[in-house]
């Protein structure tokens, strides 16, 4: 059965940290694109990060220089490392994948929401707050 579970979510004070992980199964990271997004009541899916499968990376305006995206393929995990969190940070973060789809980290994070991605993850609530 393939899957996308994300984990780590949780409240924390302005200016923590929290490190998300999104664990794949029934298929293999290696050789797809990883994004991970971000979803507010009112506002559309928007990407927060993103990885391409060449290793091209791209960062939101608003996360540049706070969060970090890695992967691990030989667990067949990808992480977001978020730090100097916001209160602007609140919101369900999603993890997704895509094989063959976009050709740069720039597409997988602004046209997957709305072109799609192959698989997405259920979403884990970050709050940031005091």
């Known amino acids: 059965q393939v899957q996308l579970v994300e984990s780590g979510g949780g409240l924390v004070q302005p200016g923590g940290s929290l490190r998300l992980s999104c664990a794949a199964s029934g298929f293999t990271l290696d050789g797809y694109s990883i994004g991970w997004f971000r979803q507010t009541p009112g506002k559309e899916r928007e990407g927060v990060s993103c990885m391409h499968n060449s290793g091209d990376t791209l960062y939101s305006e608003s996360v540049k220089g706070r969060f970090t995206i890695t992967r691990d393929n030989t667990k067949n995990v990808a992480y977001l490392q978020m730090d100097s969190l916001k209160p602007e940070d609140t919101g369900i973060y999603y993890c997704?994948?895509?094989?063959?789809?976009?050709?740069?980290?720039?597409?997988?994070?602004?046209?997957?929401?709305?072109?799609?991605?192959?698989?997405w993850g259920n979403g884990t609530q970050v709050t940031v707050s005091s």
């Open positions: 997704a994948v895509d094989s063959r789809r976009y050709s740069v980290a720039q597409n997988v994070c602004f046209m997957g929401p709305r072109y799609g991605m192959d698989y």
